[in-house]
């Protein structure tokens, strides 16, 4: 049985149009043996989650929370839930599991591989997703969970591991003979936590922003050279990669024309300009979408869990210190104020400083 309580339900042709749909929470009687259901006590909500409603199509985001209205669905967040109820054995009522959930109040799962760490979602309609999104911690097992930094794990932890697995992938390659990476949407937090795995590589790390948020990007001590976009001609042309977070395809155009023959590598990561995705001059160079969850599950295989876990968590923790900082915690309680917010997220009305977090 697929029933979230209060949801937020977004019209998959138009991003801006939500509705709030709200039914009876879920109740033990809904259960079949083997399932649970979790309560959602907080998830954040950031500019991957945009992210996850462009791409939702292409790669099967809108899949994880089916909702029976056509052509609309839940936007899938981070953050945690605690059981309410449980028909399964292993899974306690009352104890609490980090992971991905639906922009609601409620979760039914039907937890497989359990363990003392967490479970993963075998719900039929979930088994052929990424299993990274499947997966459920525990957080009395978990050891990078503390009890007052729910708010920063829920921001930063997916976030951070896309920084962490795109600069693996760009050291494996001897960031693909390039003297400097370049970062679009450089305030945004998934850049921001890239440039800090960068900051102690041979490679120069370029930020471009927004006028606005120049400054915020230089204080951060990440970037070694920070360009709003109405100067990317002002970028030194040499051997260059660039990580893309925003989806202009006109600024995409200027970077690469500018660029030229120096254009080693072009990695695409997120979608935060999602109106501006599209141009009608092709780009002389298409660029390659990271998908984290596949890089993840080869350099796990590689490097083994636990020193997969071991590198994650020790370039995490030091990029948590530094948030700390910086970061603005702004709570949003019940269902209309996420309303409000998905169209702030949606129309770009955001300061980069603020971590977003909502509450029902």
Known sequence: MIDYGTRLIVDRSDYRSTKIARSDSPTPADLKDGDVILEINKFA??????????????????????????GHG???CWGFA????????????GSTYYGYYPMASHLIATPGK??????TDVASHRTELPVIY???????????????MEEFLSIFRPLFTTSFLIHDQFAHHDFYDSKQIILTSASSKTALGLASCLKDESVKTIGLTSARNVEMVKASGYYDEVYDY??????QSVPSSYVDFAGNHNMQLRLQ???GAELQYFCKVGIVHWEDQKGQEPLPKEGKFFFAPTYAAQRIKELGLQEFGLRLSTKFGSFLHDASSWIEIKNHKGAAAL???????????????????VVF
């Open 45 to 70: 909500y950031t500019s991957n989650n945009t992210t996850y409603a462009v791409a939702g199509d292409l790669v099967g985001y809108w899949k994880f929370f089916p909702v029976p209205e056509e």
């Open 74 to 76: 839940i936007i899938p």
């Open 82 to 93: 605690t059981v309410i109820s449980s028909k399964c054995e292993g899974i306690a009522e």
């Open 114 to 119: 359990v363990s003392e760490r967490g479970f």
């Open 134 to 148: 499947n997966q459920y911690i525990e957080t009395d097992n978990d050891p990078m969970y503390r009890p007052e």
């Open 230 to 235: 109405d100067h990317i001609d002002d970028i």
């Open 257 to 259: 024309r500018h660029l």
């Open 339 to 357: 309303s409000d917010l998905h169209l702030k997220m949606t129309n770009g009305d955001i300061n980069a400083k603020d971590g977003h977090i």
